[in-house]
């Protein structure tokens, strides 16, 4: 049984416990000036250093772009065969050839550029030209038919022939390795070639002929970094599928690539290579209109920007 002097010893109790309790917040929040001032003079004397970013770290901005030019020299063979309506006899088997209207080597200009987004800048647009110009003055060897028009044996000839063609598409960064030094970008696209054709010879009609053509391409940039340096070599092909009545298009360069300047949003780099080409065409025609272009091996040079 609870007797009232019980009931009072724990109200006593309570009561103490609750006074003690609070004389010790109070001790807490209401620390004397003096022990403030200590805390506050040991805090100040403390100094804090500012991390300092790594150059990476300072570029948050998730796109590129980049522009390049490059100048390719070598000589070229084959052949252009230009019928009239496709019809049998209007122009000479795989003629006129290269050589006999007098094309030895040729200068090629090439232009491109490929925008980067998204996370590490893996996805990337391309587009790019490249200008093929072919012009000479040469005398006929032996008769030529071509678009109907017969060229006599002997008869001085102006020629030209080009080839642009001009490409764009999507393609993917793969980083690879320990040291993240070798890279592979696939790409898919396409590519449009115009054809002109244009032979002259004094006193006969001229044969003119031109076209443009559209076909697919897919190919593979493959370039390693040996310890992420400013030296690296890149493999880059390109192709088209074989599909009638569409133009081939095949590239194939090997390149030795320098980066003179490397800085966060500005990278310059220099490169020189080795390069082939080969250009392919066939309609579907009783007679075909042809094209068998192989450039190589040729020269390459050029500078590439990214901003």
């Given at each position: ?55 990476r ?8 772009l ?10 070229v063979n ?18 006129p ?9 040729v ?10 987004f998204g ?29 109907a ?5 002997g008869?001085?000839?102006s ?10 598409g ?17 790409s ?14 004094p ?7 031109k ?5 697919p391409?897919?190919?593979?940039e ?6 992420r ?20 298009i ?27 080409e ?15 272009a ?5 020269l ?8």
């Amino acid at each position: 049984m609870i007797t009232r002097r019980t009931t009072h010893g724990w109200s006593h109790s309570i009561l103490t416990s609750a006074a003690a309790l609070g004389c010790c917040c109070a001790g807490l929040l209401f620390t004397p000036a003096a022990a403030r001032a200590q805390v506050a003079q040991q805090t100040t004397s403390t100094t804090i250093e500012p991390k300092v970013p790594e150059p990476r770290e300072m570029d948050e901005r998730n796109w590129e772009l980049s522009l390049e030019g490059a100048y390719l020299y070598g000589p070229v063979n084959g052949y252009v065969q230009v019928p009239s309506g496709g019809e049998p006899g209007t122009s000479s088997k795989h003629r006129p050839s290269f050589d006999e209207l007098g094309f030895d080597n040729v200068s090629i200009y090439d232009a491109s550029s490929k925008f980067a987004f998204g996370e590490g800048k893996a996805n990337q647009l391309y587009a790019g030209a490249q200008i093929i110009h072919l012009s000479s003055k040469n005398t006929l060897n032996k008769d030529l038919v071509s678009q109907a028009i017969t060229f006599p044996s002997g008869s001085p000839v102006s020629s030209t022939v080009t080839l642009n063609w001009y490409r764009f598409g999507y393609r993917r960064k793969f980083v690879l390795g320990e040291r993240q030094d070798f890279e592979l970008y696939p790409s898919i696209g396409a590519a449009l070639l115009t054809f002109h054709y244009k032979l002259d010879a004094p006193g006969e009609p001229s044969a003119d002929r031109k076209y443009s053509k559209l076909t697919p391409q897919v190919g593979l940039e493959a370039p390693w970094r040996p310890n992420r340096g400013p030296l690296s070599i890149e493999l880059d092909l390109l192709a088209s599928p074989p599909i009638d009545g569409v133009p081939v298009i095949c590239v194939e360069d090997i390149l030795l690539r320098y980066r003179f300047i490397d800085r966060t949003h500005f990278v310059g780099s220099g490169f020189i290579g080795c390069a082939f080409e080969q250009i392919y065409f066939e309609d579907n025609q009783q007679l075909s209109n042809r094209i068998n272009a192989e450039f190589g091996p040729m020269l390459l040079l050029g500078l590439e920007l990214k901003f």
